[in-house]
């Protein structure tokens, strides 16, 4: 089976979770036996084309890489399906099309009604979810159109979440039986390294020993509810005093939540350290007594499953997928959204009963080696492909 996928991101151009799910789902497809091919704006280095076994990833030289303007972003999309174009043309044949979001919907649409091939898409988020069910200005509407457009053509639609499922319902009209419910997945294996290491130096650095660490990663958007998180400290310290809060990640809002740290007068409880590597944010996981993602609106929230992965007690917003991947008292600690208080007391009882918190993180790593692992996620897309390839075959176009 050959596949035509299309994708905004992919490494070394990673933003985001869309960026990583690609990145991780791709390798698993070539191991259930899928020919892929790739085609993405070349953003931030890699080579034009590049062969990784089953999966060749071709990377299109745009004007102003991935400059983020509508307009940009469509000039881009006519470069994108030149591209493929160019792939059919050379006699390659796909069984369908595999597109990922709206960044790319203009080209994957394109190619569908040029050569008659199926047209499956994976939408991660929605502009109106962002938006927790409004559209602010005229480029928000615009990407709702987009997304709209998308799921009309598509003849399967692929999300990670039931919460998504109902919003591609509501806010697209696309009927719950053309929707496929598959997880984003994470592999353990980075974060594994890291077991039975002594990195008691490395948690100097954030913390004294007698503190309790917590830890949050992710942008500095607002939807994140970092201002949650930091405007929970003042109860936190009340009820365990020796807490140290350390922040990583960069985006627009970080200058304002350095000036509320400020303001809170928490410079001495909170870090913002700003963007970490790979290493330090899987190392930072292994020494925090707890993680703490406070969403406003997430999707799914794969950050939470590299907390779990990681072997990290995990408290999280009761919000969009978060709330399916994390089981209140089971898996991790599940929190009012938008609430300091409530966001105050997930921290606070996770830090004061370590022995219920790591019972928690014995049932979370053996959900992540099983649901949530890339080899199950990529089966279950696999059978997506063969049920719509399959009935491709028996259409009349």
Not at 23 to 49: I, K, M, R, S
Request: proline share 5%; glycine share 6%; net charge negative.
């Amino acid at each position: 089976m050959r596949i035509l996928m299309l994708s905004w991101e992919y490494p070394p151009y990673v933003v985001g979770g869309l960026g990583k799910h690609v990145a991780e789902l791709l390798p698993a497809l070539t191991q259930q036996d899928v020919e892929l091919h790739l085609v993405t704006p070349l953003c931030e280095g890699g080579a034009g084309t590049q062969h990784l076994g089953a999966l060749t990833v071709h990377r299109v030289s745009v004007p102003h890489p991935c400059r983020m303007t509508f307009d940009a972003i469509q000039g881009t999309n006519q470069l994108l399906k030149q591209a493929a174009d160019d792939l059919i043309a050379s006699g390659m044949h796909f069984d369908l099309i595999h597109n990922h979001d709206w960044l790319t919907s203009f080209a994957a649409r394109d190619l569908k009604q040029t050569h008659r091939l199926a047209l499956i898409t994976t939408i991660h988020a929605t502009e109106r979810g962002r938006g927790r069910g409004h559209l602010g200005n005229d480029n928000a509407e615009r990407i709702n159109q987009a997304e709209w457009w998308l799921c009309y053509d598509a003849w399967r639609v692929i999300v990670c979440a039931d919460y998504m499922a109902g919003q591609v319902c509501d806010y697209f009209g696309k009927p719950r039986d053309n929707i496929d419910i598959i997880p984003n997945g994470v592999d353990p294996t980075p974060f594994r390294q890291w077991d039975g290491v002594d990195l008691t130096a490395f948690r100097a650095r954030y913390a004294e020993p007698d503190q309790k660490l917590v830890f949050h990663v992710g942008r500095m958007v607002h939807e994140k509810g970092v201002e949650v998180l930091i405007r929970s400290v003042p109860e936190v310290i009340r009820e365990v005093p020796h807490t140290r809060v350390v922040i990583a990640g960069k985006g627009p809002e970080l200058p304002y939540l350095e000036r509320l740290v400020n303001d809170l007068d928490l410079s001495s409880h909170v870090q913002l350290l700003g963007f970490v590597s790979d290493e330090d944010r899987n190392r930072l996981y292994h020494v925090a007594d707890c993680a703490v993602f406070p969403s406003l609106y997430e999707p799914f929230g794969i950050v939470a499953l590299e907390a779990m992965a990681a072997k990290t007690p995990v408290v999280v917003s009761a919000v969009g997928g978060l709330r399916e991947v994390v089981q209140h008292a089971e898996t991790g600690i599940t929190v009012y959204p938008n609430d300091a208080h409530s966001c105050a007391w997930g921290i606070s009882h996770t830090l004061q009963h370590p022995d219920w918190a790591q019972q928690r993180v014995r049932n979370a790593i053996q959900r992540v080696n099983t649901t949530y692992s890339w080899h199950t996620i990529a089966a279950q897309t696999r059978e997506v492909y063969e049920r719509v390839a399959k009935e491709r075959r028996r259409a009349i176009w």
